[in-house]
């Protein structure tokens, strides 16, 4: 949230028109949303339309298409930059998305002139780093075709600030809201199958996680600011989280069937899931095998310290009301993932493997 003090000054600098790419997924649709609230125009871009609503406008294309995103930017005094690759996508296709994808959207909005760029980074960038909490000048220590890909397209945002365009990096941790499906949906389905849930190890890890409101409070937030304190780079996650057994339980509880988290033995349970995930019968990529084995959180003091932003909800309290938001919205039967399930962050996984092994939890 804004520092209150500041508040009055820094609504009056949100921008008038703002471009989002993206505008379809999880996080630009709540994005769009919300700066409509605000009286802002918007226009979304993104592979898929997105519905009409007064104040908006919108182009469909893809990110790698310079033609079509400076069309998006005409007008534009802002453009938050939000598409992009999932781990699971074709390694091929990350790059291509990820770092391509970001190039063509940077130096059209140079070649337009668009004042400000937010940047939706992510902490893949650190890969998989024993210093927490992480700071944001901890080396970018990529392990995976995602992560790299990430660090990559931060470089390139370096290229465009080096010519002088503000351009404002968010690196947020996993967000939880409503849309956001993924591993959730699964731990959602157990759930409420009345299924006890697994976890690597003895799930003591403390993994921080980040609700999509507050990561919409931080662009919104950053938006605002002016330009000597935009121009940074900025860690994003909640303040509050415990360990995975505790933040998984109380779904487990929320549902009801007295279930709880069980063990299961890390280094094994890793090269097994490894195994399934080459043979693509297991949707768990290899970093977040190895992020749920260790301590995953990153230091936000400097978002807190500079940009006046403080998230509002804990890791708890984020999974929770996306678990009330699944139980409202989902079918009376459940519905299997299309054989596309995992192209965006809002299909649920295909089990695979791991949806018979429930039958033994």
Same mark, same amino acid.
């Given at each position: /949230? ?29 994005? #769009? ?16 339309? =997105? ?37 699971? !996508? ?23 002139? @668009? &004042? ?6 992510? @902490? ?6 024993? $210093?927490? &909490?992480?700071? +944001?000048?901890?080396?970018? +220590?990529?392990?995976?075709? !995602? ?21 404002? =990096? ?10 956001? /499906?993924?591993?959730?949906? /699964?731990?959602? %389905? *157990?759930?409420? +199958? ?12 403390r993994t921080q996680m980040l609700a999509l409101d507050d990561l919409v409070d931080a662009v919104v937030t950053v938006l605002r600011a002016p330009d000597e304190v935009a121009h940074d780079t900025y860690n994003i996650g909640a303040v509050e989280f415990a360990t995975l057994r505790e933040d998984f339980q109380s779904v487990l509880d929320a549902a009801g069937h007295g279930k709880r988290v069980v063990s299961i033995p890390g280094r094994p349970a890793v090269a097994v899931l490894r195994? $399934? ?7 768990? !990529? ?11 959180? #990153?230091?936000?003091?400097?978002? %807190? ?17 996306? !678990?009330? *938001?699944?139980?409202? %919205?989902?079918?009376?039967?459940? %519905? ?12 649920? *996984? ?12």
């Amino acid at each position: /949230m804004v520092n209150p003090g500041n508040e009055k000054d820094a609504l009056s600098a949100l921008p008038g028109r703002v471009t989002v790419t993206g505008a379809a997924g999880v996080l630009g649709a709540h994005l #769009v949303e919300r700066l409509l609230k605000e009286g802002r125009e918007v226009h979304a871009f993104d592979l898929r339309p =997105v519905p009409a609503a007064s104040g908006l406008t919108s182009s469909t294309g893809d990110i790698r298409d310079a033609g079509a995103v400076r069309r998006a930017l005409d007008g534009a005094e802002a453009l938050v930059h939000c598409a992009s690759a999932l781990p699971s !996508y074709p390694a091929a296709d990350i790059r291509s998305i990820v770092v391509e994808g970001t190039t063509t959207v940077l130096e059209a909005a140079r070649t337009v002139r @668009t &004042p400000r760029v937010v940047h939706i980074s992510s @902490t893949a960038v650190y890969g998989l780093p024993k $210093l927490v &909490p992480t700071p +944001e000048d901890h080396p970018h +220590e990529p392990v995976d075709t !995602y992560s790299r890909a990430k660090a990559e397209a931060e470089k390139v945002a370096e290229r465009y600030r080096a010519k002088g365009m503000c351009l404002p =990096v968010l690196r947020p941790k996993t967000f939880v809201g409503p849309g956001r /499906m993924g591993l959730f949906d /699964m731990l959602f %389905q *157990w759930a409420e +199958e009345g299924r006890n849930f697994p976890v690597l190890g003895k799930g003591d890890v403390r993994t921080q996680m980040l609700a999509l409101d507050d990561l919409v409070d931080a662009v919104v937030t950053v938006l605002r600011a002016p330009d000597e304190v935009a121009h940074d780079t900025y860690n994003i996650g909640a303040v509050e989280f415990a360990t995975l057994r505790e933040d998984f339980q109380s779904v487990l509880d929320a549902a009801g069937h007295g279930k709880r988290v069980v063990s299961i033995p890390g280094r094994p349970a890793v090269a097994v899931l490894r195994l $399934l995930e080459r043979t693509g019968i297991s949707p768990v !990529y290899g970093r977040l095998l190895y992020k749920l084995l260790d301590d995953s959180y #990153v230091s936000v003091d400097k978002a %807190q310290e500079r940009l006046g932003f403080r998230p509002q909800q804990s890791n708890r309290e984020a999974i929770l009301r996306t !678990y009330d *938001w699944w139980r409202g %919205q989902r079918p009376a039967a459940p %519905q299997a993932a299309s054989k596309d399930g995992g192209r965006t962050s809002t299909d649920p *996984w295909r089990q695979g493997a791991l949806g018979l092994a429930k039958v033994f939890f």
